[in-house]
């Protein structure tokens, strides 16, 4: 294995398993491990050091939206939990910034304590904005795209650099950095525009939305959406019709609640749950004739 060397070593971890950083509660050891909670420069500091070394690194938020592999991630993965949260009055309507870090749920809550409306949908997301941005998260109709302003996003060969909506490219749940295999960025700030509210009407929406997710969605460990819903239709109806609600590979159930939601009902392995997602795949091909895109990600050796 590579040495490395970066400020703050002693934070470093090595052959630290990543399940615990995953809300599928699955995944093998990174190589080394660390975890950013400081400062935007700290964060920064480190990942530029492993970049100069040749060292890959994968930058994680909630680990929400990643199936980990059993062998685990070469390199340095960098948990980004630098939650900063800013309001004011800026230019062209930008009245809100949160650092990558920030949790989805802490910056949804905060917009709705300021009295500023249109990230209510995320106030019961798991993850961060940083993995929000790459994705396009979005849930109830509204996504980040519909409030995002600009990002700044470091990149390991252009440095800092301050992207637009446009440079963007939001899709559903894609953007021009979900593009990028290489990964070799970090998503700094996010700034927003959000629409001033009352904000008790804004905390009653909220709780409506967390309220229909409880009678819609499975508790427990999962990645939320395995698969992106096809162009008007569902993926969770497909799969329920398909049959496959309470299909088990291992410890990876498709919930019988929410058949496009997989749960790690115990000690499911990285492999179980990728087995399940490709059953389910060619079950409903075979049904629908409709091939399922995946809305997560597999990380690290497959
Ligand atoms: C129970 C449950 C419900 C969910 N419901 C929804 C939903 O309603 N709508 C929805 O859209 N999603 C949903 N998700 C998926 C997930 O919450 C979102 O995709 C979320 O935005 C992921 O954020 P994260 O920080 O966990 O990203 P991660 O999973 O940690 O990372 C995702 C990707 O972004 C990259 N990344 C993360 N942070 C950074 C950064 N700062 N800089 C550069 N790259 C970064 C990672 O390398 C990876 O490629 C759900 C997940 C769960 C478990």
């Given at each position: ?10 934070r ?6 990543l ?6 509660r699955l ?28 060292v890959?690194?994968?930058v ?80 109830h ?20 650099q ?7 490219a ?12 290489d ?5 700094l ?39 992106k ?5 569902y ?7 398909a ?21 790690n ?31 997560i ?6």
């Open positions: 294995m590579m040495t490395l060397l970066v400020p703050y070593a002693d470093l971890v090595r052959d630290e398993p399940a615990r950083y995953t809300a599928a995944g093998g050891p990174a190589d080394w491990l660390y975890v950013a909670r400081e400062s935007t420069d700290e964060l920064v500091e480190v990942v530029s050091a492993a970049w100069a070394q040749g890959p690194v994968r994680l938020g909630g680990g929400a939206n990643v199936l980990v592999s059993d062998q685990g991630v070469r390199g340095l993965v960098v948990i980004n939990d630098v939650a900063e949260v800013t309001f004011g009055d800026w230019h062209d309507g930008r009245n809100a910034a949160a650092t990558g870090g920030t949790g989805l749920t802490v910056l949804a809550r905060k917009s709705a304590a300021r009295g500023l409306a249109g990230l209510e949908w995320a106030a019961s997301v798991p993850g961060t904005v940083g993995g929000a941005v790459v994705n396009n998260a979005g849930a109709g509204r996504d980040m795209a519909a409030s995002l302003c600009d990002a700044v996003v470091l990149d390991a060969e252009r440095g800092p301050l992207m637009s909506r446009e440079d963007l939001f899709g559903y749940r894609d953007s021009a950095l979900k593009a990028r295999p990964r070799r960025f970090v998503v700030l996010a700034t927003f525009a959000l629409t001033p509210e009352d904000p008790a009407v804004i905390q009653t929406r909220i709780e409506e939305l967390i309220a229909y997710r409880k009678r819609t969605q499975p508790p427990g460990a999962s990645l939320g959406s395995i698969f819903n096809p162009p008007g239709d993926a969770g109806r497909l799969i329920e019709a049959g496959l609600k309470g299909c088990r590979i291992g410890s990876a159930l498709v919930s019988p609640v929410h058949a496009n939601f997989f749960v009902i115990g000690d499911a392995t990285a492999a179980d749950y990728s087995a399940l997602i490709e059953h389910v795949r060619e079950v409903v091909y075979r049904h629908s004739g409709i091939a399922l895109e995946m809305e990600e597999r990380v690290g050796e497959w």
